[in-house]
Structure formats: C-alpha cells, structure tokens
T-cell receptor, first 114, second 111 residues
Framework: NAGVTQTPKFRVLKTGQSMTLLCAQD?????MYWYRQDPGMGLRLIHY???????AKGEVPDGYNVSRLKKQNFLLGLESAAPSQTSVYFC?????????????FGPGTRLTVL | SQQGEEDPQALSIQEGENATMNCSYK?????LQWYRQNSGRGLVHLIL?????REKHSGRLRVTLDTSKKSSSLLITASRAADTASYFC???????????FGAGTQVVVTP
C-alpha cells in the first residue's frame, strides 16, 4: 500500500496563476482533509470531505476550492494564487469508523507563490 | 486560531535522557493526539488519549491529560537520535475528526 500520496511535491507559481494539488489514498478511507503548515505554526485545516461528492470548509478556506469526485482522490485548487498561499500543504485521510482517532498524512507539497 | 500551545518551542537533549513537552488547549475536547514530524516529511500519529483518560503508555511514550487544567504532556523516555523531530499535539472536538494543532516542539537528540 502506498498510503497517502500527494502530487506534485514542489511547485512554484506566479501571483494570479492557478493550480491543482492532488491527494490520493489507497486505504479506502471515507474522510479526507487538506491542511496548510506555515513556519512556526501548526497545521490549519483548509477543507475536508466525509465522502465522495461531499466537501466542507475548515478553518482557513478562503482562496481554495476542493473536489471529491472519486473516493480515493481529494483535489485542492487555487484559482488565483497569492503570495500568502506560500506554504506546505498536507493531505490526510481516515476511515469513517476511526475518524476521531488516527489521521494518516501524505508527505506534503511545498508551494511557493512569487 | 490555534487551539493548542506547546511548551517548550525547542528542546535539546542527549541520548538516553528523557524529553518532556507540554500542550495546553482552550476549549473542551473529545481527545488529544500527539504526532511526530521528521524534517520535510508528513506527520505520523504517535498516541491518542481520550477526554475520560488520565494517562496512556505506548512503548517509550507516556501521555498524561489533565482536563481541569486543559493540558497534556508527552514524555519520551531514554531518547535516541532517531527521536529528533518536531512533535505536535492536536485536539479533537467533534465527530467529523477535525483536528486543531499546536505550533509544535522541536526536539533535537544528540548522540
């Protein structure tokens, strides 16, 4: 099992450009989450999904959109990137029956917006 | 806003010593979890303690929870160089599994 994978690992964007980050998990998990991590801070929840076709806002959703068309994939989109979105983005997943327990994290995507 | 605050921000110890870090939070919780992050990697779940528990052990890890003080501590006994990492506490508050993370404690264990 690959667990949780993220694509790409690194990306540099110019202000105003758009991009999509892909998170994929092969554990058949229902719940998936997108976080961002900024220097000196813990992870902050951007959006999450409790199942295919459903998404909800987290703590810092502005400037991001998400989609969960397939159970195994959770996409995070930036329509018009801003320097404030420079961060490391982590995806996580968990099974519905253990959703209040362990989350399994991907390796992260380091995004720089110039 | 961040729920958890961790203390100390950084900790430097020698192999064989114990490492203790603390986490304080603001609102009531369902559970509190500790994660480890090695440099440039994703987070790895270490241990979970529920709001009705006071202490849990897992290998060299010992977690305590004091809900009256809204605080938790993580003790790593007999530290090894491989324990060098950042450690984060995360609090769970609802049935959706959403977590709120602290800023982390950076631990360096020197041989």
């Amino acid at each position: 099992n690959a667990g949780v994978t993220q694509t790409p690992k690194f990306r540099v964007l110019k202000t105003g450009q758009s991009m999509t980050l892909l998170c994929a998990q092969d554990m058949n998990h229902e719940y998936m989450y997108w976080y961002r991590q900024d220097p000196g801070m813990g992870l902050r929840l951007i959006h999450y999904s409790v199942g295919e076709g459903t998404t909800a806002k987290g703590e810092v959703p502005d400037g991001y959109n998400v989609s969960r068309l397939k159970k195994q994939n959770f996409l995070l989109g930036l329509e018009s990137a801003a320097p404030s979105q420079t961060s490391v983005y982590f995806c996580a997943s968990t099974a519905a029956e253990t959703r209040t327990d362990t989350q399994y994290f991907g390796p992260g995507t380091r995004l720089t917006v110039l | 806003s961040q729920q958890g605050e961790e203390d100390p921000q950084a900790l430097s110890i020698q192999e064989g010593e114990n490492a203790t870090m603390n986490c304080s939070y603001k609102t009531s919780i369902n559970n509190l979890q500790w994660y480890r992050q090695n440099s440039g990697r994703g987070l790895v779940h270490l241990i979970l303690i529920r709001s009705n528990e006071r202490e849990k052990h897992s290998g060299r890890l010992r977690v305590t929870l004091d809900t009256s003080k809204k605080s938790s501590s993580l003790l790593i006994t007999a530290s090894r160089a491989a324990d060098t990492a950042s450690y984060f506490c995360a609090t769970g508050h609802d049935s959706w599994g959403k977590l709120q993370f602290g800023a982390g404690t950076q631990v360096v264990v020197t041989p």
